[in-house]
C-alpha cells in the first residue's frame, strides 16, 4: 500500500514539474516574439518641445514681422503714405453684424481708391466715396476713418482696423439715419482684391 501512495505522489511530481516547465517555457517564448517598446526621449518637465516649422510657416513668420513705428513725425507721415499706396486700389468684401444681436448679418463691398472710400451699399443709398483719415497706432496696426453723408438716408460714420501688412480688416460703421433712429454694425473682411487705378490718379 505504501509504495502505492508513493508511487503516485512521484507521478503527481513528474506531470506537475513537466506541465510547469512546459508553461515557463511558452511564457519566455511569448517574451521573446512580442516587440519591446522603446520611450520616446522628452524633453524635461515644464519645458514644451518645439516642432520644427514648416517651410510655409516660416515663410509667414517672416512675412508677418513688423518693422518698428517710427517715433518722429516726418517719419511717421513718410509710413502712413506708404500705408495708404497699399491699402489704394484694394476692394474688400466685407460682413456686417448688428450690434444689437438683432437681425441678420450683411454683405458689403468697400473699394479704396483715388485715396477715397465707398460702400457698394451706401452708394445705392446715396452717400458718395469720401476721403477719409489714416493713422498708425503703436503696435503698428492702420486706422482708417471717415463720415459720409446722403440727404435721404442720414450719415455714416466707418472706422476701420487693419493688420500691419494690409491684408485683414475689422471695424465699426454707425448709420445714423435720422435723430431717432441709429444703426450699428461689426464688420470684418472676408476677401480683398486689387483693383484697376482709377483715372483720376
Not at 435721404?152 to 439715419?177: C, P, Q, T, Y
Request: with cysteine; hydrophobic share 35%.
Amino acid at each position: 500500500m505504501k509504495r502505492i501512495i508513493l508511487a503516485a505522489l512521484v507521478i503527481c511530481f513528474l506531470i506537475g514539474h513537466t506541465s510547469g516547465s512546459e508553461a515557463f517555457w511558452w511564457l519566455r517564448k511569448k517574451e521573446a516574439e512580442e516587440p519591446v517598446e522603446v520611450e520616446e526621449a522628452r524633453p524635461p518637465e515644464g519645458k514644451k518641445q518645439e516642432e520644427p516649422k514648416k517651410p510655409a510657416e516660416q515663410k509667414k513668420a517672416a512675412k508677418m514681422r513688423v518693422e518698428p513705428v517710427p517715433t518722429t513725425a516726418d517719419a511717421r507721415r513718410a509710413l502712413i503714405e506708404k500705408k495708404r499706396k497699399l491699402l489704394n486700389n484694394t476692394e474688400w468684401e466685407i460682413e456686417l453684424s448688428p450690434l444689437s444681436g438683432k437681425g441678420r448679418k450683411q454683405s458689403d463691398i468697400i473699394t479704396f481708391s483715388n485715396n477715397q472710400v465707398s460702400s457698394k451699399d451706401l452708394v445705392r443709398r446715396g452717400f458718395s466715396a469720401t476721403n477719409y483719415t489714416l493713422t498708425i497706432q503703436d503696435d503698428g496696426k492702420v486706422v482708417w476713418e471717415t463720415m459720409q453723408t446722403s440727404e435721404k438716408s442720414g450719415i455714416a460714420f466707418w472706422r476701420g482696423e487693419l493688420d500691419v501688412n494690409i491684408e485683414k480688416m475689422h471695424g465699426i460703421l454707425s448709420h445714423r439715419i435720422d435723430d431717432k433712429r441709429t444703426r450699428d454694425y461689426s464688420f470684418v473682411s472676408v476677401s480683398k482684391k486689387a483693383i484697376e487705378p482709377s483715372e483720376k490718379e
